[in-house]
Protein backbone atom coordinates (compact mmCIF):
# COMPACT_ATOMS: atom_id res chain seq x y z
CA UNK A 1 0.00 0.00 0.00
CA UNK A 2 1.35 3.19 -0.61
CA UNK A 3 -1.41 5.58 -0.17
CA UNK A 4 -3.44 6.61 2.45
CA UNK A 5 -3.75 7.65 6.16
CA UNK A 6 -2.44 4.88 8.00
CA UNK A 7 1.19 3.57 8.19
CA UNK A 8 2.55 3.05 4.03
CA UNK A 9 5.17 2.13 2.10
CA UNK A 10 6.94 5.22 0.95
CA UNK A 11 8.32 3.52 -2.21
CA UNK A 12 6.93 -0.11 -2.52
CA UNK A 13 9.09 -3.21 -1.65
CA UNK A 14 11.23 -4.46 -4.73
CA UNK A 15 14.29 -3.98 -6.26
CA UNK A 16 17.09 -1.76 -4.73
CA UNK A 17 14.89 -1.80 -1.03
CA UNK A 18 15.23 -3.62 2.23
CA UNK A 19 13.56 -6.62 2.26
CA UNK A 20 10.77 -6.47 5.10
CA UNK A 21 12.60 -10.18 6.46
CA UNK A 22 15.74 -8.42 6.48
CA UNK A 23 14.27 -5.58 8.39
CA UNK A 24 12.92 -7.86 11.08
CA UNK A 25 15.96 -9.66 11.55
CA UNK A 26 18.22 -6.44 12.04
CA UNK A 27 15.78 -4.99 14.57
CA UNK A 28 15.76 -8.62 16.69
CA UNK A 29 19.68 -8.63 16.83
CA UNK A 30 21.07 -6.34 18.35
CA UNK A 31 24.59 -7.23 17.35
CA UNK A 32 23.84 -7.58 13.72
CA UNK A 33 22.95 -3.33 14.21
CA UNK A 34 26.42 -3.05 16.08
CA UNK A 35 28.44 -4.70 13.48
CA UNK A 36 26.97 -1.78 11.13
CA UNK A 37 27.53 0.74 13.78
CA UNK A 38 30.54 3.66 13.02
CA UNK A 39 33.52 2.24 14.55
CA UNK A 40 34.89 3.52 18.03
CA UNK A 41 37.54 5.89 17.74
CA UNK A 42 40.63 4.50 18.39
CA UNK A 43 42.38 5.02 22.64
CA UNK A 44 44.99 7.25 22.09
CA UNK A 45 48.62 5.04 22.58
CA UNK A 46 49.77 5.36 25.87
CA UNK A 47 52.35 8.12 27.09
CA UNK A 48 56.04 6.62 27.32
CA UNK A 49 56.99 5.65 30.74
CA UNK A 50 60.11 7.32 31.27
CA UNK A 51 62.88 4.78 33.35
CA UNK A 52 62.57 5.21 36.89
CA UNK A 53 66.44 6.51 37.78
CA UNK A 54 67.50 5.79 41.66
CA UNK A 55 69.93 8.23 42.85
CA UNK A 56 73.71 6.65 43.36
CA UNK A 57 74.79 5.79 46.39
CA UNK A 58 76.95 8.70 47.92
CA UNK A 59 80.99 8.04 48.04
CA UNK A 60 82.54 9.05 50.74
CA UNK A 61 85.01 11.84 50.79
CA UNK A 62 88.27 10.91 49.91
CA UNK A 63 91.32 11.65 52.59
CA UNK A 64 92.74 14.89 52.04
CA UNK A 65 96.78 15.17 51.47
CA UNK A 66 97.37 16.20 55.15
CA UNK A 67 94.91 13.53 56.61
CA UNK A 68 96.81 11.07 54.62
CA UNK A 69 100.52 12.53 56.03
CA UNK A 70 99.16 12.60 60.02
CA UNK A 71 97.77 8.88 59.42
CA UNK A 72 101.23 8.30 58.23
CA UNK A 73 103.05 9.49 60.98
CA UNK A 74 100.21 8.06 63.44
CA UNK A 75 101.69 4.42 62.07
CA UNK A 76 105.19 4.95 63.22
CA UNK A 77 104.01 6.04 67.34
CA UNK A 78 104.38 9.16 67.24
CA UNK A 79 102.46 11.40 69.40
CA UNK A 80 100.30 14.59 68.38
CA UNK A 81 103.02 16.79 69.48
CA UNK A 82 105.40 15.25 67.45
CA UNK A 83 103.43 14.52 64.54
CA UNK A 84 102.54 18.67 64.24
CA UNK A 85 106.42 19.56 65.16
CA UNK A 86 107.38 16.51 61.77
CA UNK A 87 104.66 18.38 59.47
CA UNK A 88 104.71 22.15 60.82
CA UNK A 89 101.13 22.41 61.73
CA UNK A 90 99.78 23.38 65.09
CA UNK A 91 98.85 20.81 67.21
CA UNK A 92 95.20 21.43 67.24
CA UNK A 93 94.95 20.89 63.24
CA UNK A 94 96.51 17.30 63.68
CA UNK A 95 94.38 16.24 66.46
CA UNK A 96 91.08 17.91 63.76
CA UNK A 97 92.88 15.63 61.32
CA UNK A 98 92.62 12.24 63.13
CA UNK A 99 89.56 13.22 64.64
CA UNK A 100 87.72 13.97 60.55
CA UNK A 101 89.51 10.06 59.81
CA UNK A 102 88.10 9.00 63.11
CA UNK A 103 84.21 9.52 61.58
CA UNK A 104 85.50 9.20 58.07
CA UNK A 105 86.20 5.61 59.19
CA UNK A 106 83.62 5.18 62.21
CA UNK A 107 86.98 4.50 64.49
CA UNK A 108 86.87 5.82 67.73
CA UNK A 109 90.46 5.12 69.16
CA UNK A 110 93.75 5.94 67.63
CA UNK A 111 94.42 2.11 67.36
CA UNK A 112 91.22 1.42 64.88
CA UNK A 113 92.07 4.09 62.70
CA UNK A 114 95.20 2.44 61.93
CA UNK A 115 93.33 -0.18 61.07
CA UNK A 116 90.74 1.28 59.05
CA UNK A 117 93.97 3.33 56.85
CA UNK A 118 95.89 0.47 56.69
CA UNK A 119 92.88 -1.95 55.48
CA UNK A 120 91.85 0.79 52.96
CA UNK A 121 95.50 1.20 51.80
CA UNK A 122 95.47 4.71 52.54
CA UNK A 123 98.95 4.32 54.21
CA UNK A 124 101.93 2.16 53.94
CA UNK A 125 103.83 0.27 56.33
CA UNK A 126 106.77 1.86 58.28
CA UNK A 127 110.01 0.13 58.11
CA UNK A 128 110.24 -2.50 61.08
CA UNK A 129 114.08 -3.57 62.57
CA UNK A 130 112.56 -6.42 64.89
CA UNK A 131 111.73 -9.82 64.49
CA UNK A 132 108.13 -10.98 65.70
CA UNK A 133 107.99 -12.17 69.29
CA UNK A 134 106.05 -15.27 69.89
CA UNK A 135 102.23 -14.65 70.70
CA UNK A 136 99.84 -16.90 71.80
CA UNK A 137 96.03 -17.11 70.79
CA UNK A 138 95.18 -15.08 73.82
CA UNK A 139 97.27 -12.11 72.85
CA UNK A 140 96.32 -12.20 69.02
CA UNK A 141 92.82 -12.10 70.42
CA UNK A 142 93.62 -9.21 72.54
CA UNK A 143 94.96 -7.18 69.13
CA UNK A 144 92.31 -7.97 67.04
CA UNK A 145 90.15 -6.30 70.17
CA UNK A 146 92.41 -3.46 70.63
CA UNK A 147 92.62 -3.47 66.09
CA UNK A 148 88.69 -3.28 65.97
CA UNK A 149 88.17 -6.86 64.31
CA UNK A 150 87.27 -8.21 67.73
CA UNK A 151 84.50 -8.10 70.26
CA UNK A 152 84.62 -8.51 74.02
CA UNK A 153 83.25 -11.70 73.76
CA UNK A 154 86.24 -12.73 71.71
CA UNK A 155 87.96 -12.34 74.91
CA UNK A 156 88.56 -15.05 77.38
CA UNK A 157 86.61 -14.27 80.94
CA UNK A 158 89.79 -13.03 83.14
CA UNK A 159 90.68 -10.53 80.14
CA UNK A 160 87.15 -9.02 79.90
CA UNK A 161 87.10 -6.45 82.83
CA UNK A 162 88.93 -3.32 80.83
CA UNK A 163 91.48 -2.85 83.36
CA UNK A 164 92.83 -6.40 82.97
CA UNK A 165 92.47 -5.75 79.02
CA UNK A 166 94.34 -2.62 78.87
CA UNK A 167 96.88 -4.47 80.98
CA UNK A 168 97.59 -7.35 78.63
CA UNK A 169 98.01 -4.42 75.80
CA UNK A 170 100.49 -2.66 77.72
CA UNK A 171 102.42 -5.56 78.11
CA UNK A 172 102.15 -6.36 74.44
CA UNK A 173 103.08 -2.83 73.45
CA UNK A 174 106.62 -3.87 75.40
CA UNK A 175 106.75 -7.17 73.88
CA UNK A 176 106.58 -5.63 70.18
CA UNK A 177 108.61 -2.73 71.04
CA UNK A 178 105.79 -0.04 70.20
CA UNK A 179 105.65 3.16 71.29
CA UNK A 180 101.77 3.41 71.17
CA UNK A 181 98.94 1.32 70.63
CA UNK A 182 98.93 2.71 66.95
CA UNK A 183 102.24 1.36 66.40
CA UNK A 184 101.78 -1.96 67.62
CA UNK A 185 98.86 -2.25 65.20
CA UNK A 186 101.30 -1.52 62.52
CA UNK A 187 103.92 -3.76 64.07
CA UNK A 188 101.11 -6.69 63.46
CA UNK A 189 100.29 -5.77 60.48
CA UNK A 190 104.23 -5.62 59.23
CA UNK A 191 104.45 -9.39 60.81
CA UNK A 192 100.68 -10.08 59.14
CA UNK A 193 99.81 -11.85 62.83
CA UNK A 194 96.37 -10.92 61.83
CA UNK A 195 96.01 -11.94 57.91
CA UNK A 196 92.75 -9.42 57.80
CA UNK A 197 94.30 -6.35 58.77
CA UNK A 198 96.11 -5.03 55.93
CA UNK A 199 95.20 -4.69 52.49
CA UNK A 200 97.87 -5.61 49.73
CA UNK A 201 98.66 -2.11 48.64
CA UNK A 202 99.38 -1.19 52.38
CA UNK A 203 102.14 -4.21 52.34
CA UNK A 204 103.54 -4.00 48.91
CA UNK A 205 105.92 -1.39 50.42
CA UNK A 206 106.75 -2.95 53.34
CA UNK A 207 111.01 -2.62 54.21
CA UNK A 208 112.43 -4.96 56.98
CA UNK A 209 115.19 -3.24 58.44
CA UNK A 210 118.93 -5.09 59.16
Do not use: N, Y
Request: proline content about 11%; aromatic content about 2%; charged content about 20%.
Amino acid sequence: MTGGLDVHWAVPPGLGSTSPADLHRVLRVPRLLAAHAAPAPAEPPAAATAPVRTAAPAQPRPLTPAQLRVGQLLLTGASDAQIAEELGLPVGIVRRHLTSIGRRFGAPTAARRVTALLAGGHVSLPPVSMLAPDLAETDLAVLRVLAGLGTEDDLPEDLRPTGLFLDRVDELRERCGARSDPHLIALVAFWELLPDLIAPASASGKEQLP
